[in-house]
């Protein structure tokens, strides 16, 4: 299992700079390569990385991508003075020459094919590359947008050539539509193009009819290119989650992707004068850590835009520290998309329907009633939730973008614990004993029947039960004090620990628990108050007790090929807890679970996003190889191998849609049709 995480960083990309008086171009800095650097060595993340240096990308890797003209029209800028530089520019749209551009270009494509070797080979597991010119405006026969080569579309194209690869993921989270990435690949089913941007009904640069929801690919590349246009500024975290959720994840895990490469701007976040949005840095945290677990955690990430420098440094820090397999932090803000949002998700699921099998059964009937929809628009306009209200008047006052984010992040980034998982040394679990894991000594028996005292006092009876509890309470404890991160124990009977382990964590003052419990949970507590939030996967319904705002017995039955459970951790699981916010997660497995090994892998790695990566893991002791693959997990030492995709059938899609439907006021997360409103 390969382990650490590259930092590719060279001072020499910051010599390429604008010579003359342009305000489109202006923003495009050196400084945002150096204070990058600087914040990352601030938070001392650039000692925890494996430096692997750059180089300059061949003639023959550009030509992977770009025609031999425009190599040469590049190549022949070295040694213009700046009247022919100037006139040079003035053939591309938002590009400027500088003597050293050229070089530099090269150097940012080879610090982008040094980071693909170095994930391929294994040397790491994954990595980010900070350079600039950035790449994703840039054609096969043209610079654009700030960019000369395609950094990205050309690693794309070496990765196939190079290690065979036969499909590669392209996130384009910049705030910007890379079209120059489209383009290049619109007819490539083996590559798979996803960009999020601010598009304002084709009012926002570069304006094109082809950035939006329904350009999916021609050819053979029909579905392998998804556009999701942002109508209003303003997005926030919850709308680039929702995104995530309902769009491109379900994606991700069909098209099972052997490599997974970022276009990571950061002019999507907050304080960014392009953008315009309101996304806080330690959202690329999330967004980051939910695409470590594709590709067995093979993940390149390519600087693109990102033009306020507190922000652009913030972001970058998120990124890195996430990569590197530290907490993620708590998502701030109102866990509810906006209608501009939740209408273009919608428009994105209808468009390709016809090309994703877990999009088989969407429902796209409020294409047909389109008066229904501007309907829906007015009265929804009335909404207040329609629009976020903006955390900072413009974000063109970068003092003010500055102090807020001073504010914002000082109570973000807190210190690594300096142990992963505690464990109760459960069977088996020497093998992965490393400096990450702590075992902790039993409880003694009095001690332990006095915390059990009570409501579940006459239920421990035998030695064993005690023992256990005694650890949890012990795991639970250290969980607190944030000496550990996670921790693990297994139980004779996972039912009743877990029920205790709830009652116990929300007396040790976890004020929002959430407990995913897989199997029968016999036992039920009360959630009435709010501290509690309940996810039962189970087979069957449980006795009389039906689905409320924070109890959800979910009736799955582990479908026998593979892995089935992705729509409902993606589309039903994820949302509900991200609306939750917990501050604390207790994974539990009962006695004949319903769910395979990879099925419940899935839900603890996507799920270590919230509540700091808090998760508390009670499993049966009979269980030993799925305590074994949960162990590693929580210790960060692979990535789970989520077993053969298998798409969700029409009966479990419209129970996700029917808790959805039920529940979306509540847990605004999971909305995605605009039909909300009507
Ligand atoms: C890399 C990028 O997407 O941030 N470039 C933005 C160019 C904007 C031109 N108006
Ligand atoms: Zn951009």
Redesign the pocket.
Known sequence: MASGTALIYDEEMTTHKLLWSDP??DI?VPERLSSSYEQLRSYHLVERCVHVPAREGSEEEILLVHSLEHLEVAKSTQTMNEEELKRVSENY??FFFHPSTYRCARLAVGATLQLVDAVMSGKVRNGMALVRP????SQRNAA????LFNNVAIAAEYAKLKYGLQRILIVDW???H?QGTQYIFEEDPSVLYFSWHRYEHQEF??SLKESDYDAVGLGKGKGFNINLPWNKVGMGNSDYLAAFFHVLLPTAFEFDPELVIVSS?Y?SGIGDP?GQMNATPEVFAHLTHFLMQLANGKLCVIL????HLKSLGESVCMTVKTLLGDPVPQVSGEMAPCLSAVESIQNVRAAHKPYWKWLAYEDTSFLQNLSTKSHFLKTANSNPSTEHESKITNNNDTVKVDRFLELHMKNILFPVPPIKTATTGCEGSEHFLSEHVQLVKEMDKTEVEALVSGFYADLVKDNKTLLSLGSMFVILDKILKKEVCNGIATSPTAALSAAVALRHSVRLGFQRVLCVFVGDMQMIPNTEDGKMLIINICEKEQSGKTSCKHYFSLNWKEDAEGNDFFSAVLGFILPVAYSYQPNLTVIAVGPNRNLGISGISLLVALIQGLAESRIFAVIEDTEISLMQNVAKLLVGASTPAFGIYVPPTQEKVNRIKALRDQFQQEWKMLQCSGDIFI
């Open positions: 489109i171009c495009e749209d938002a950035p790449g994703h405006h654009n947008g700030f960019c910049d705030v910007h890379g640069w570069p701007g002019d392009e693109e835009g990102g033009y």
